[in-house]
């Protein structure tokens, strides 16, 4: 079926409520393909998106494969104590001819406005496009952190961790009590994995025709190589990539996906051994001078930004470590986070789910 002939029509979701398409949702960046350099992939460039209105409230349609990752993560998340309020939450889901249309709130970057906006598009294709202060950025690395430690506590890893999976709201951004200022969206590579209680860490392991979509410049390198085991820690590294990025207002990047493709099949082709496969995996995510000369964010790189303020050096260049043993769980860097801004005197705190019985519809708090 065509899903643009939906468009004018109504149509009913699983709830039973009905919902009026009124038109085709275009991201915005794809209206800008000619000043983007590399247009960021906002619920994805071939999405099937609309726009709906449901008595008089405008919702987003997108279209999802059946059995997708997506799906499975909203089945599983809604079973936790508290959704997060930085997550864009799934309303309902309509099926027509074999298709499926997710039914998301429609986040607009301004009030009145019939477009969202990422963070990656108000950082780098909006002519008046947002440089955040360093105090900035520790506010919003925190709030990501926060929702990471939500995630992982709940046994989930979000895998394409990027800022063009992160909707902002321009009316809101100042830092009040209640305002939500940003929303997680775009769950379609989120795995749901096991604690390993031993070590407090979500593991996911693979299975055959697994397929991740992930995002160069931001994935981790045991991403890349198709490791047999994905921890939590995977989003640890997309977490470093994002802060030096803001720090440093520098979102080039050099990796090539022919070439890395090339210099990673001698470490991934199936004709090996399954064992020795995953030693030849393990030595290249020792190996931080391969990853580096391949174009990927490594400690040094932190270490040695300008732009780094000296209190984030370190922390940031552990996010970064190749080996995803040597990068710090969440909730470590949530402690180290809290500590940091405690001496800057930054107005936020998380309050650690993890050592701590605090529980509510937020995790965090302004101390402004």
């Known amino acids: 079926m065509d899903l643009e002939k939906l468009i004018g029509a109504e ?20 209206m800008m ?3 983007a350099e590399k247009p960021s992939a906002l619920l994805g460039e071939k999405a099937n998106l609309f726009h709906a209105d449901i008595n008089g409230r405008t919702v987003l349609l997108k279209e999802v494969i059946d059995g997708s990752a997506e799906l499975e993560f ?25 298709k499926k249309l997710a ?34 950025v520790m506010v919003f ?29 321009l009316s809101n951004l100042n830092l009040t009590q209640d305002s939500v200022f940003f929303n997680f969206f775009d ?3 989120t795995l749901i994995g096991e604690r390993d209680e031993e070590k407090d860490i979500v593991v996911y392991k693979r299975k055959f025709g697994d397929r991740f979509r992930t995002t160069l410049g931001y994935a981790a390198p045991e991403i890349i190589v198709s490791s047999n085991e994905i921890t939590e820690n995977a989003d640890i590294y997309s977490f470093g990539c994002m802060m030096y990025r803001w720090f440093t207002d520098d979102y080039s990047y ?73 990068r710090p769980i969440s909730s470590k860097l949530v402690n180290n986070f809290n500590r940091i801004n405690k001496i800057l005197k930054v107005p936020i705190h998380l309050r650690n789910k993890r050592d701590s019985a605090v529980v509510g519809l937020s995790q965090y708090h302004y101390l402004m």
């Open 33 to 35: 393909l000619e000043k």
């Open 254 to 326: 050099n990796i090539k996906a022919n070439s890395l493709a090339y210099a990673i099949r001698p470490y991934t082709e199936s004709g090996q051994i399954i064992s020795k496969q995953e030693i030849a995996k393990q030595e290249l995510l020792e190996d931080t001078s391969f990853w580096k000369k391949q174009g990927f964010l490594v400690p040094e790189d932190a270490l040695k930004a300008d732009d780094i303020p000296w209190y984030m050096k370190k922390l940031i260049a552990s996010c970064l470590e190749i080996n995803p043993v040597n």
């Open 141 to 169: 690395s925190t709030l990501i952190l926060d929702f990471l430690d939500y995630l992982h506590q709940n046994n989930a890893i979000y895998v394409d961790l990027k800022p063009g999976n992160i909707l902002v709201h």
């Open 74 to 98: 909203f089945e599983h998340i809604n079973q936790a104590e508290f959704l997060h309020e930085n997550m864009i939450p799934l309303e309902d889901v309509i099926e027509i001819q074999g």
């Open 11 to 30: 149509v009913t979701g699983n709830s039973g409520r009905s919902y009026n398409v009124t038109s085709k949702y275009v991201p915005i960046h794809m």
């Open 187 to 189: 769950f379609d590579s």
């Open 103 to 136: 039914v998301f709130p429609f986040i607009s970057y301004e009030e009145g406005l019939d477009f969202s906006l990422n963070m990656d598009e108000a950082t780098r294709y909006l002519e008046d496009n947002i440089r955040m202060s360093n105090t900035e």
